[in-house]
């Protein structure tokens, strides 16, 4: 199945999605958040925690929308990779990487950058192979900040979402309602 950008931007959040209180960023030329670490068990967790498009990607589309200066943030991205297999084999590698490093340096445009912890959480339970991974920042600038990341599979598509200083209950709200509306557009899209 071929996915275009356009219809896959229709299947991303929108303000309409989120609390009250919150507001589309516009895009960046920022990388924004980014890992780095020189332990070699971390160099697939950060190659793909980086990328601008999951690896095989042949179309994506992203959003960011934050909950004001403090946040919380979260961005979400859904790339097509043109049929579920690549997107079980995906979510399959990112689950090995998640657990091969426990720690990488994050750094956040304007924030600065901290060591942060890695581990492995229960993920939200939607979409197919969820999978999540949380990072706390234990000293340094970023100290006392969480980001979380989902990433799930949605048919043919992979869907990210990166959460920084949100609650849980946010981050399982945000997750159920970004699921639900791509299943719908994406199936409502191949059907046609």
Same mark, same amino acid.
């Given at each position: 199945?071929?996915?275009?950008?356009?219809?896959?931007?229709?299947?991303?959040?929108?303000? *309409?999605?989120?609390?009250?209180?919150?507001?589309?960023?516009?895009?960046?030329?920022?990388?924004?958040?980014?890992?780095?670490? #020189?332990?070699?068990?971390?160099?697939?967790?950060?190659?793909?925690?980086?990328?601008?498009?999951?690896?095989?990607?042949?179309? #994506?589309?992203?959003?960011?929308?934050?909950?004001?200066?403090?946040?919380?943030?979260?961005?979400?991205?859904?790339?097509?990779?043109?049929?579920?297999?690549?997107?079980?084999?995906?979510?399959?590698?990112?689950?090995?990487?998640?657990?091969?490093?426990?720690?990488?340096?994050?750094?956040?445009?304007?924030?600065? +950058? *901290? +060591?942060? +912890?890695?581990?492995?959480?229960?993920?939200?339970?939607?979409?197919?192979?969820?999978?999540?991974?949380?990072? #706390?920042?234990t *000293?340094?600038?970023?100290?006392?900040?969480? &980001? +979380?990341?989902?990433?799930?599979?949605?048919?043919?598509?992979?869907?990210?979402?990166?959460?920084?200083?949100?609650?849980?209950?946010? &981050?399982?709200?945000?997750?159920?309602?970004?699921?639900?509306?791509?299943?719908?557009?994406?199936?409502?899209?191949a059907?046609s």
């Amino acid at each position: 199945m071929h996915r275009t950008a356009a219809q896959l931007k229709k299947a991303l959040l929108e303000l *309409s999605d989120a609390p009250s209180g919150f507001a589309v960023e516009p895009p960046s030329k920022d990388p924004g958040v980014k890992m780095a670490s #020189t332990n070699p068990r971390c160099a697939p967790f950060v190659k793909l925690s980086n990328a601008a498009t999951a690896p095989g990607s042949t179309a #994506t589309a992203d959003v960011s929308l934050s909950g004001g200066q403090s946040g919380p943030f979260i961005d979400e991205s859904i790339d097509a990779l043109g049929s579920a297999a690549p997107v079980a084999a995906l979510q399959a590698r990112f689950k090995a990487a998640i657990a091969a490093c426990g720690k990488v340096a994050v750094s956040i445009p304007g924030a600065g +950058t *901290s +060591t942060v +912890t890695v581990r492995p959480v229960k993920p939200p339970r939607y979409g197919q192979k969820p999978l999540s991974a949380r990072m #706390t920042a234990t *000293s340094g600038p970023l100290a006392g900040t969480e &980001i +979380t990341l989902v990433t799930t599979g949605v048919g043919d598509t992979v869907l990210s979402l990166t959460f920084v200083g949100a609650l849980p209950d946010d &981050i399982d709200a945000a997750a159920s309602v970004a699921v639900e509306k791509a299943t719908e557009v994406l199936r409502t899209r191949a059907a046609s």
